[in-house]
Antibody
Framework: QITLKESGPTLVKPTQTLTLTCTFS??????????VGWIRQPPGKALEWLAL???????RYSPSLRSRLTITKDTSKNQVVLTMTNMDPVDTATYYC????????????WGQGTLVTVSS | DIQMTQSPSTLSASVGDRVTITCRASQSISSWLAWYQQKPGKAPKVLIY???SLESGVPSRFSGSGSGTEFTLTISSLQPDDFATYYCQQYKSYVWTFGQGTKVGIK
């Protein structure tokens, strides 16, 4: 059974850097084709994909947020970390991490999400 | 980026109704499309992948069709548990994009 759980601060100030950790179980991020992605959802709005890291450390970023995002993995700890710099109130959202089982596959398992509020 | 446009944005339906949601891609994505269901306060759940393949455990009243740039999600007989928001998502490119969502409410 695949499980993922997001952790990190619930409140950050404008201009600060957000660091979120996704801790997962039930799969290995060293298996061919497997990936972990981050998706966010502002309150009442649609889903927005942010970043993804593959088993081989290949990293993909949303073009509109590329300059602010960094995604890394620690395979031994079963964790994926997302950092987002220069946070702004418009970045207030629920942040999800999700499992990608192979290339050209949907996000088939999701964490519960964590709400991050950006406010001074 | 490939843009995904869903219609309608909201719809009202009754239990037992047949419901169809449309998703259009700004360029061809072959069949690399998924549909998700999201309920308030919960994470999305995948219903359909590769445009028409039913995810394990999803009721057969859900079906998907289409290829290229036009896709549909159909619920053959709407059940009380189906009132939710539905999103399409393309995964052809390495920039994954979602539609804006369709909220299915009670008439």
């Amino acid at each position: 059974q695949i499980t993922l759980k997001e952790s990190g601060p619930t409140l950050v100030k404008p201009t600060q850097t957000l660091t979120l950790t996704c801790t997962f179980s039930g799969f290995s991020l060293s298996t061919y084709g497997v990936g972990v992605g981050w998706i966010r959802q502002p309150p009442g709005k649609a889903l927005e994909w942010l970043a993804l890291i593959y088993w081989n450390d290949d990293k993909r970023y949303s073009p509109s947020l590329r300059s602010r995002l960094t995604i890394t993995k620690d395979t031994s700890k079963n964790q994926v970390v997302l950092t987002m710099t220069n946070m702004d109130p418009v970045d207030t959202a629920t942040y999800y991490c999700a499992h990608l089982g192979s290339y050209w596959a949907p996000f088939d398992s999701w964490g519960q999400g964590t709400l991050v509020t950006v406010s001074s | 980026d490939i843009q995904m446009t869903q219609s309608p944005s909201t719809l009202s339906a009754s239990v037992g109704d047949r419901v169809t949601i449309t998703c259009r891609a700004s360029q061809s994505i072959s069949s690399w499309l998924a549909w998700y269901q999201q309920k308030p306060g919960k994470a999305p759940k995948v219903l359909i992948y590769k445009a028409s393949s039913l995810e394990s455990g999803v009721p057969s009243r859900f079906s998907g069709s289409g290829s290229g740039t036009e896709f549909t999600l159909t619920i053959s007989s709407l059940q009380p548990d189906d009132f939710a928001t539905y999103y399409c998502q393309q995964y052809k490119s390495y920039v994954w994009t979602f539609g804006q969502g369709t909220k299915v409410g009670i008439k």
